[in-house]
């Protein structure tokens, strides 16, 4: 069966692909999608002001300052989310290389300085994009997130069987998917396993 043959993965991760599972964990944890959407909305409504301020009264000193926040909103939740890149991939550079391997009974992640092993009931969620896959805590904040990138996969029909053993075994294992049905969230598919706050 799909769900108890193991894949295999083998990278070192980039910051490329951290970023993009941190984006992932803003994008599909529900704080995260709430501070996504206020975070635009504020935006939104700067921009707004400063459509009616320049119509209204053309460029004044007002209005270079709405600008000036604007930019000032839209360069800080790029920065924090950069930074915060930078930082988790010195620490995934310090372990060196992820050899990860996923089957039934969760992800086992080893590396050159840390052996880790994660069942599957510590995720509740997961999402999928171009390159990686990522798998997120049930928690409101989405805390402890895994990012597996697609890139180190050996086979690229093992990118269809790592979705097979994460939507089966995620949607088998989460208690609150359990007792709502098929209401529960959704799974997109991610790949890298090393960000987990805490694992590699």
């Not at 310090?94 to 050159?112: F, K, M, N, P």
Request: with cysteine.
């Amino acid at each position: 069966m799909t769900a108890d043959t193991s894949v295999k993965l083998t990278y070192v991760v980039t910051w490329r692909e951290i970023s993009e599972g941190l984006k992932m964990q803003m994008r599909h944890s529900p704080v995260g999608r709430w501070c996504y959407r206020v975070l635009w909305g504020l935006c939104a409504l700067l921009a707004l002001l400063s459509v009616a301020n320049l119509l209204t009264r053309g460029v004044d000193t007002a209005g270079l300052e709405v600008w000036r926040l604007l930019l000032t909103v839209c360069l800080i939740v790029i920065a924090i989310r950069w930074l915060t890149a930078l930082a988790l991939l010195a620490y995934a550079r310090h372990l060196g290389e992820h050899r990860v391997t996923v089957d039934a009974d969760g992800i086992s992640t080893v590396s050159e300085r840390h052996t880790h092993h994660t069942n599957w009931g510590f995720y509740g969620r997961s999402a999928e994009s171009r390159r990686v896959f990522v798998l997120l805590t049930p928690d409101v904040w989405g805390t402890g997130v895994m990012v597996l990138p697609k890139r180190g996969l050996s086979d690229p029909q093992d990118s269809e069987r790592l979705r097979s053993l994460i939507t089966e075994h995620l949607a088998a294992g989460s208690p609150r998917r359990s007792a709502r049905g098929s209401r529960g969230e959704s799974h997109d598919p991610a790949s890298n396993p090393y960000t987990e706050r805490q694992e590699s």
